[in-house]
């Protein structure tokens, strides 16, 4: 019975295309912010910041809750999402590197970590860690099934916020990493979960997503007392965050259907595109606009986001493109 559960993928749903394009200015707000290193952070980025980090974790979700694990392992499980975001992920590694090539307004860095962590096009890091995430579910669901597949992504999880969120209060050696690698498959793993036990949060939406936001507000200030940190910030992933990101996409399914929503969803198809081009916009407006003020981070963001999203629809129309546009 739960190779038939695990076998049905869930019919596309309007609601949650619609939201990848919102959360795609999201993550664009995100990277307008000024960075959280400056000792004059203002405690006004770091709560935007926070409302921000839904994002990611939705995309991550989404992608268990479409996932297909077979019941029996197959190489498929590797190269499908190898076949599908390889592609994706080198076409816009060449692109940054072009582009700083013709406008150097940042320094090029690249050396075989960077791979994973995409160096210079920090922001890249997300398909790596997204395509690893999706294998290892997928064939650890069909190897050793879905409740040990889940002990692992739980265990890859602790270590990925021990290392990042948790470091400084664990004073660890070395500086903080980001943990995308360990972070992500605990995400894919909640959107399966998602799928096959059909969870529904009902009328207890708008609650449970408002509780997981005061859980994050909260573990974050404990983040910063108890590592003595100089200011208040938001950090890219903690416990907290896979409940935001879980309950958030559970209401997101629950929004009904209109014609805007409907209108909407069609803009999802280029989120990914959206996330993976906004930050040449980034470079090239934040040294004229700032970011110091919440009206330049506002204006950064709608310019940054507006200029990504009318370079991916003309990128939609160039013969060839769709395969790492769409």
């Known amino acids: 019975m739960a190779d038939e559960i695990l076998l049905a993928r869930p019919d596309r749903n309007t609601s949650i295309d619609a939201m990848r394009y919102v959360f795609s200015f999201a993550i664009v707000l995100l990277h307008c912010l000024p960075p959280a290193q400056h000792p004059s ?44 975001l390889l592609p994706i992920y080198l076409f816009w590694m060449l692109a940054y590197f072009v582009f700083l090539q013709i406008c150097p307004i940042q320094q090029w860095s690249f050396s075989p970590r960077d791979m994973i962590s995409g160096g210079t096009a920090f922001h890249l890091w997300f398909l790596p860690a997204l395509g690893l995430a999706l294998v290892l579910v997928s064939a650890g669901t069909s190897l050793i099934g879905i409740r040990a597949t889940g002990t692992l992504c739980v265990v890859l999880a602790a270590i990925g916020v021990i290392f990042s969120s948790y470091h400084n209060v664990l004073h660890l050696p070395g500086n903080p990493q980001r943990g995308g690698l360990f972070i ?67 209401g997101v399914r629950q929004i009904p259907r209109s ?10 198809r280029i989120s990914l595109t959206v996330y993976a081009s906004h930050v040449f916009f980034l470079w090239l407006l934040a040294p004229v606009i ?20 009318l370079l991916s629809l003309a990128l939609m129309r160039i013969p060839g493109l769709q395969r790492v546009i769409v």
């Not at 207890?204 to 940190?229: D, K, N, Q, T, V």
């Not at 014609?259 to 999802?268: E, I, N, T």
């Not at 110091?292 to 999203?309: C, H, K, N, P």
């Open 184 to 250: 992500a498959p605990l995400f894919v793993y909640l959107g399966l979960c998602a799928k096959v036990g059909n969870w529904t949060l009902g009328r207890w939406a708008a609650p449970a997503i408002g509780l997981s936001y005061i859980a994050l507000i909260l573990e974050e200030w404990l983040i910063y007392r108890a590592s003595h940190a100089a200011v208040f910030v938001s950090h890219d992933f903690t416990i907290a965050t896979y409940l935001v990101g879980l309950t958030c996409f559970l």
């Open 41 to 84: 952070y203002p405690d006004w980025a770091a709560l935007v910041a926070i409302a921000c980090r839904v994002a990611v974790p939705f995309f991550f979700i989404t992608s268990g809750y479409f996932l297909r694990p077979l019941a029996k392992l197959d190489l498929s499980v590797v190269f499908k999402p190898l076949n599908r």
């Open 259 to 268: 014609q805007f929503v409907d209108r909407l969803a069609w803009s999802g």
């Open 290 to 309: 700032g970011n110091d003020e919440i009206w330049r981070v506002g204006l950064l963001t709608i310019l940054s986001f507006g200029l990504a999203t």
